[in-house]
């Protein structure tokens, strides 16, 4: 919105090719055939080597060249996705409705970070819901990464989707899903696994 003015306003835009909405619409919109109105150009890690230290020639080339954050990082590919994700790109895509179907039962799930530094993870928190004929439908990812704010933002979630329960995992944290929701709301019904299995059993 910002380029509106002049006969012909333009922008350049540079950019490591992670793959956010944003990037791969400029990226459709080169390689349509009608009014050509975006031009893409990449350059390679190989190609600026004059300038890069030898060190990390050795060790950073040596290390990523053939794998896939090579291919990002380095050759300056488009990655759709990560071959360690559970879950595919095109399968979220393909897999989305319009409208959500009467629920039966929805749950807050969440898999806290067990400390508060600003390395440390993510905590993770989705709301599923399943429909009366067994299906079962993700309504949004409330995944936090600010320290200890994690609490407010399960607490957002249960209230918006009028969730029945909320379940945390305590393998590391112990109590700390608890504790954590307790001052901010007194009464609510909550569940706790351990998650004895494999990421890919569980989901």
């Not at 320290?147 to 918006?160: G, M």
Request: glycine share 8%; proline share 5%; net charge neutral.
């Amino acid at each position: 919105m910002g380029l509106r003015l002049g006969q012909n306003p333009l922008c350049m835009i540079t950019s490591t090719l992670r793959p956010p909405k944003f990037l791969m619409e400029l990226e459709n919109r080169t390689n349509k055939q009608e009014r050509k109105c975006t031009v893409t150009t990449r350059g390679i890690t190989r190609d600026n080597f004059r300038n890069l230290s030898p060190v990390f020639i050795s060790t950073i080339i040596s290390k990523y060249e053939g794998t896939c954050l090579g291919r990002q990082e380095l050759e300056g590919f488009f990655l759709n996705d990560n071959p360690d994700d559970l879950w595919k790109r095109a399968d979220i895509d393909n897999n989305r409705v319009r409208q959500i179907p009467q629920l039966s039962y929805v749950v807050v799930g969440v898999d806290p970070a067990v400390t508060s530094k600003v390395g440390s993870d993510d905590t993770g928190i989705i709301v599923a819901g399943k429909s009366a004929d067994g299906q079962v439908y993700v309504l949004g990812d409330y995944t936090v990464h600010v320290p200890n704010r994690w609490a407010e933002a399960v607490i957002t979630a249960y209230n918006r989707h009028e969730a029945n329960l909320i379940v945390g995992e305590v393998n590391n944290g112990g109590d700390l899903v608890k504790m954590n929701l307790k001052p901010l709301i007194l009464i609510f019904p909550s569940g706790f696994v351990h998650a004895s299995i494999g990421e890919e059993t569980r989901a």
